[in-house]
DNA sequence: ATCTGTTAATAAAACGTTTTAGCAAAATCT
DNA sequence: AGATTTTGCTAAAACGTTTTATTAACAGAT
């Protein structure tokens, strides 16, 4: 009945002619390689009657290629990862390329694993939140001439291609905005995470203080720890709200640590209103729907996998691979409440 | 500099050993195959210190397997998938298995393409929340003795693997919250799909309110097209909800729904209180920090994760595949305003 | 009639593994 | 001392493709 599935050779047998005709056949080669039509229409025939497909792990053995991109992003079940995830995944169906993807939960060793396993199933192409840490495993694969393209997290040692967005502009924006408002304690919430594109929203957060000369209140930035249970931040962030009274707006760097910024006010019964004054790093639904509505530093994901998969494809196209390019996307900061 | 890949032969050759003896190694089958520990010593450290990894597509080739698990979703960018997913990933990993996986917009003919893809690939197993019209693909997974196992969405004529929530159940209970609070016109806000799913929703809210001997209004429910923009989703909810004034009380079918309800209503400044209530499917961050807090049917992603993935290497590991089951999980109901 | 070139097809090697079957030497038994 | 078993290792086939030569037949040119 369900038997195995079938080969070129069944095809062959099947047509009475060579598998190799019946390769050139499956790869648009026959007119180049002189196959008559009547073969070629007898054998896609039999292909089609019988839904033979070629086996791809056996093409990717001979062939070194895949049809597949391996996408490494720190967790799937982040609703800025999963939206970048969703947007690639269908761009590149469109031109017959697959995604394998994996979460690295930040751990430089998973990434490590993740980077040698994608490597070991032949992946064409690679798109990297990179973990730090992961440098040499990336670089290793640049010096393979593996099409690669980093994203959200830029990696300084590296020169490779990375599409992000400008950070320190986007936060020095936030905060701008909340000193035009008046505001004169601008507290930060951040994660404990040194890399660069946290560091750069801490930056922007303390440039835009002391561009307009107000006093930087260093006390006022938080660092929770990124492993941190999310209980555990949010009575941390009830602490700090009450032992800094003085605060008249937040900016919070990221998604998650902004929601748990909320429910901790929200436990606390402090309102969000013209004296208190709030700001979210990437939007969402949350910040949508909240009443009031929350204002938040929008990062373009359409136009992020765009440029992520512009770049892989021309990377892939290309005989030799280009120069590494830095494509930086502004943020928008949508303002929602005052 | 960076050169090929290393191979089995290349380490045999610098160990003086056959390609035998090192496989043999590789597979932790030298003791069974009487290599002496000088040898497997040998041949580790060569391993080691060159850092050879096998080629996973080889490998794949000879043995048929590929240590890589499908899984099928509607939408990766969907919290609810994405939260499976996740978790799945996170369990998969930890037996050494991969994800690929793939999002099919609901659509039969890209979920027909991916289950040959995968089939293609030699995927292990396969993790499908399917969309109707692909029961036979389905059907010849089985055949071949495939591991399959069905999450979320359940096509009646597969005798396949099955984990779920009991959505009739789930419904009901929603259904008759609102009744025991003295409400009388319970809305239901559904999707235009015909799938088990959500029909078995369907089929709660009404048969509670039979059940109650209250008056079934058929125009109280209201199916939204599913591959409607959401903009228009909210204003055709706008319209309904103005039409249908006497409304006290509403549950929303899907997650998204729910979401464009609410927005809906936000827009209308119609209040969510003891005169209008309202009860999301799928909990999430947003329902929790609304204002007021929304109710909802909460689905136990981690112990659909976990069945999911127990099923999968039951079948893995089985010589022959065990009588497929179905897990039927208990939704729970998250009261939270009245 | 021989040479050249084109047409239509194929045989065989290669990709990097796993695994079957077998062989020689050493150890054990009779 | 010869027969048998065990130890330690390997050659070669196989997995299903793609691709490089190669061939055989025939047409056209000399």
Redesign the pocket.
């Known amino acids: 009945m369900s038997s ?6 069944d095809i062959a047998k099947k047509a ?6 019946v ?2 056949i ?2 648009g080669k026959a007119v180049e ?4 039509t ?2 070629i229409e007898k054998v896609e025939k039999i292909i089609k009657e019988d839904g033979f497909k ?2 791809q792990v ?2 990717s ?3 070194g290629s895949s049809k597949i991109i391996g996408l490494i992003v720190e967790d799937i079940s982040n609703p800025f990862f999963a939206g970048i995830a969703r947007l690639i995944e269908d761009k590149a169906y469109k031109k017959d390329y697959k995604i394998i993807y994996s979460s690295t939960e930040n751990q430089p060793g998973k990434a490590k694993d993740l980077i040698n396993l994608f490597k070991s199933r032949q992946v064409d192409a690679y798109i990297i939140s990179p973990a730090g840490g992961t440098e040499e495993e990336i670089q290793g694969l640049i010096k393979e001439h593996k099409p690669v393209v980093l994203f959200d997290r830029y990696l300084p040692g590296l020169n490779a291609n990375y599409v992000g967005v400008d950070n320190f502009k986007a936060s020095y924006q936030a905060t701008e905005h909340f000193i035009h408002r008046k505001k004169k304690n601008i507290a930060l919430v951040t994660v404990d995470l040194s890399v660069e594109q946290i560091n750069e929203r801490s930056e922007g957060h303390r440039q835009a203080i002391l561009d307009y000369e107000l006093p930087f209140h260093a006390e006022l930035v938080i660092r929770i720890p990124f492993a941190q249970p999310k209980e555990e931040t949010i009575q941390q962030l009830i602490h700090f709200f009450n032992q800094y009274a003085e605060i008249d707006a937040v900016l919070f760097a990221t998604n998650y640590l902004a929601i748990s910024g909320l429910t901790a006010l929200k436990q606390m019964d402090k309102a969000i209103d013209k004296d208190f004054s709030v700001i979210a790093y990437d939007d969402g639904e949350v910040f949508k729907l909240h009443t009031p509505q929350i204002s938040a530093v929008e990062q373009p994901l359409e136009e992020i996998a765009e440029n992520i998969i512009n770049l892989i494809f021309q990377q892939l196209s290309a005989d030799q691979l280009p120069a590494p390019q830095k494509v930086i996307l502004a943020a928008k900061l949508l303002v929602r409440s005052s």
Do not use: E, Q, Y
């Open positions: 195995k599935a079938l080969s070129i050779k009475n002619v060579s598998i190799t005709t390769s050139f499956l790869n390689k002189n196959i008559s009547a073969v070629p086996n056996a093409r053995l001979r062939t």
